[in-house]
């Protein structure tokens, strides 16, 4: 296998190539060994236009069985609120929560936190203190996660910068529960799993009952690489509109920048220079589509590993723009 090191400096040499030259130098082999020699690495579907390119599962549960996505779960989770959106449950991303679902609300909230949008929620700059990383712990174990989101302190005002938090996007997911009368599993088993032929398992549940709207569903690989395709080609797949294609244009332009990977991000998609769209969660877990080259791709990770975006997070973007772009 390839150390850390080795595989890095294989794909910055690999970057050096135009498009053209990188086609020809970096066949399926390459793209197979570079993604082989990554020791967190579960399983990875790469597929170009309707062809499957590479189908590989080195460790891991395999192809077939449902790996959990993590805070991929926040990127489906913003495609729910677009179907929302479209069907008029909830009016458009300029709604309030104080509108939408005011229940939600504690009497002690955080000044500010009714007027937050969808949008506000959506791109993850809520301004209230995170309840990722070290918090994340004191936050699920507390007894009403929402209310404990909507009590944090504010470090910036509705709309500012973004702050990553599953607490913020875990209260959207209520509001798109509360909006639209069906739990986010039925929304999205209906909505996305139906027409994708996907499962949707039940997953974790606050304990209100509302289910966790930002980390902890499980899909397959394949089922992830179903979700990539339909991004790619526009909300659609196999004839079916699946997603607004207006919502999935308006999820690729970006409203904000990641403080720690440095990728813009849209709503709830990062976005890449190289114009990949990429869903990330714990551990290495990756949808990403490309458009303009006809590309989709699914990995899935070690999800008791860290994945940082100076360490295995880069490693998967380096091989993202190197061997898989090169293939186009």
Not at 48 to 77: F, Q, T, V, Y
Not at 132 to 141: E, I, L
Not at 165 to 187: M, N
Not at 297 to 305: E, K
Request: net charge neutral; proline share 5%; glycine share 12%.
């Amino acid at each position: 296998m390839l150390s850390r090191r080795q595989f890095s400096a294989a794909l910055a040499g690999a970057l050096c190539c135009p498009p053209v030259v990188q086609a020809q130098a970096l066949p399926i082999d390459t793209l197979r060994d570079a993604a082989l020699g990554l020791p967190q690495l579960h399983a990875i579907l790469v597929q170009r236009g309707d062809e499957r390119l590479l189908a590989e599962a080195p460790r891991g549960r395999g192809l077939e069985a449902a790996a959990n996505i993590k805070s991929c779960s926040k990127s489906l989770l913003a495609l729910i609120l677009g179907t929302a959106i479209a069907r008029g449950e909830i009016v458009g991303l300029s709604a309030r929560l104080g509108e939408v679902a005011p229940q939600l609300i504690p009497g002690d909230a955080t000044e500010g936190v009714a007027d937050l949008t969808m949008a506000d929620l959506v791109t993850l700059r809520a301004g209230l203190e995170g309840t990722s990383g070290a918090k994340y712990g004191t936050w699920v174990n507390s007894r009403n996660w929402i209310a404990y989101a909507l009590r944090q302190s504010r470090i910036a005002p509705n709309g500012g910068r973004m702050i990553y938090s599953t607490g913020t996007t875990h209260v959207l997911g209520a509001a798109i529960a509360v909006a639209t009368g069906k739990d986010l599993r039925q929304l999205a088993r209906e909505r996305l799993g139906r027409p994708l032929g996907i499962d949707v398992a039940s997953w974790t549940r606050d304990p209100q009952g509302y289910y966790f709207g930002g980390n902890e569903m499980a899909l397959t690989p394949e089922a992830m690489l179903r979700v990539a395709v339909m991004l790619r080609d526009g909300g659609s797949y196999g004839g079916t509109q699946v997603v607004d294609q207006e919502w999935v244009e308006a999820s690729r332009v970006p409203q904000t920048t990641s403080p720690y990977s440095g990728l813009d991000y849209g709503l709830g998609w990062f976005l890449s220079t190289t114009g990949w769209v990429i869903a990330r969660g714990y551990g290495g877990q990756i949808i990403a589509a490309h458009s303009e080259r006809a590309l989709a791709v699914a990995i899935t990770s070690d999800p008791t590993q860290i994945a940082r975006s100076g360490g295995y997070f880069g490693d998967l973007m380096r091989l993202l723009d190197g061997p898989i772009l090169g293939l186009s």
